[in-house]
């Protein structure tokens, strides 16, 4: 059984910095992209981050300088090191993973992605 399990969020001020984990279990995803996106209340889940198993990665312009993607494949985990938070950023984050089946579509679209986790909360205060 596949499972994607998000770890790291908490409440911080503007400012801050967190780091998400995401500990990927059931298979090795060593060669999958793997996708950051986060939901606000009463908005659409919007595309955060990505990296491909070569380590290129993509980034929503609004976190490009702030937030860092990275994977470490033999501990099959990826990470989002978020710096300089702002309130704005505070949402539900989901760690995602793409398969074959769906490695045509882009990096920033929500149908690459065929599994999900249960998302970790990150609140940012003013």
């Known amino acids: 059984q596949v499972q994607l399990v998000e770890s790291g969020g908490g409440l911080v001020q503007a400012g801050d910095s967190l780091r998400l984990s995401c500990a990927a279990s059931?298979?090795?995803?060593?060669?999958?992209?793997m996708g950051w996106f986060r939901q606000a209340p009463e908005k659409e889940r919007e595309f955060v981050a990505a990296?491909?198993?070569?380590?290129?990665?993509n980034y929503v312009d609004s976190v490009k300088g702030r937030f860092t993607i990275s994977r470490d494949n033999t501990k099959n985990t990826v990470y989002l090191q978020m710096n300089s938070l702002k309130p704005e950023a505070t949402a539900v984050y989901y760690c995602?993973?793409?398969?074959?089946?769906?490695?045509?579509?882009?990096?920033?679209?929500?149908?690459?992605?065929?599994?999900w986790g249960q998302g970790t909360q990150v609140t940012v205060s003013s």
């Open positions: 995602a993973a793409d398969s074959f089946a769906t490695n045509h579509y882009t990096l920033r679209s929500r149908q690459r992605y065929d599994y």
């Open positions: 059931g298979r090795t995803f060593s060669r999958n992209a």
């Open positions: 990296i491909i198993w070569v380590g290129i990665t």
